[in-house]
């Protein structure tokens, strides 16, 4: 794991929870020892949410899993936190699984669950021979899973923030050109700006568009300019 990848996981401002999440089953894969393939998902409510994988193959694991309603990963999210199947052909847990698993390729794997916000995320480590995944020597994988739950949540973070600010900035340009809108009809009209104001929204239900548009429509038809959606001025025959 270098200080690119990490730095690269870690940038939530360039990122998203996909792609968080595909970045945590990649570096696995490529960090966990014996590790030849990785899964990530993120739970919410119970659901599988987002679900991102290595190799083509582990994705369809994971759909297996979740159609037998039992298996490792489900174990983990119930609340073992780790579960491990050192050997996939003597696994008698969960014989849905362990078919699946070898079908796609695996012999071991080791699944990981970390809370995430108001979720959790599951790191499954797919190994392809018996006893390749030590849940002793997967400290790696333990702190991928724990920083890929720490960004999901810092992701979404992120994004309520930045609408939160984009909402804020639109709230602000409406409100200052409302303003100046009033100040037009109040030195047309000599009166004041709660009698401004509800000129405007008399025409903004009278016509059924938003009082912004209305005082946007004033602000641009006073500067000379034609107001929105009316003709352009021809300009003359001399």
Same mark, same amino acid.
């Given at each position: ?13 360039? $990122? @998203? ?15 966990? %020892? ?29 759909? /297996? ?24 052909? /003597? ?43 030590? %849940? ?29 600010? $984009? ?25 004041? %700006? ?9 025409? @903004? ?17 006073? /500067?000379?300019? %034609?107001? /929105? ?10």
């Amino acid at each position: 794991m270098t200080q690119l990848d990490l730095a690269d996981l870690l940038d939530v401002a360039a $990122s @998203s929870r996909a792609r968080s999440l595909h970045q945590v089953a990649a570096m696995a894969a490529r960090v966990a %020892p014996g590790c030849a393939a990785a899964s990530a998902v993120w739970w919410l409510a119970g659901e599988p949410v987002l679900t991102a994988s290595s190799h083509p193959d582990l994705a369809w694991l994971i759909q /297996a899993e979740i159609t037998a309603g039992r298996g490792p990963m489900l174990e983990a999210l119930a609340g073992a936190g780790t579960v491990s199947c050192p050997d996939l052909l /003597a696994e008698d847990r969960w014989p849905e699984y362990a078919d699946a698993a070898l079908a796609a390729g695996a012999r071991c794997t080791l699944t990981l669950s970390r809370p995430a916000e108001d979720g959790q995320v599951c790191l499954t480590l797919a190994g392809a021979r018996p006893g390749a995944l030590d %849940p002793d020597q997967c400290e790696r994988a333990e702190t991928l899973a724990a920083l890929g739950a720490a960004v999901l949540g810092a992701v979404d973070r992120y994004d309520d923030a930045r609408r939160t600010v $984009s909402q804020l900035r639109d709230a602000a340009a409406a409100r200052s050109v409302v303003d100046q809108a009033k100040g037009v009809l109040m030195r047309a009209l000599g009166c004041g %700006p709660d009698e401004a104001l509800r000129r405007i929204r008399q025409v @903004s239900q009278d016509q059924n568009l938003r009082a912004t548009e209305v005082a946007r429509d004033i602000v641009i038809a006073t /500067a000379g300019r %034609p107001a /929105a959606g009316g003709a352009r001025p021809r300009p003359g025959r001399r």
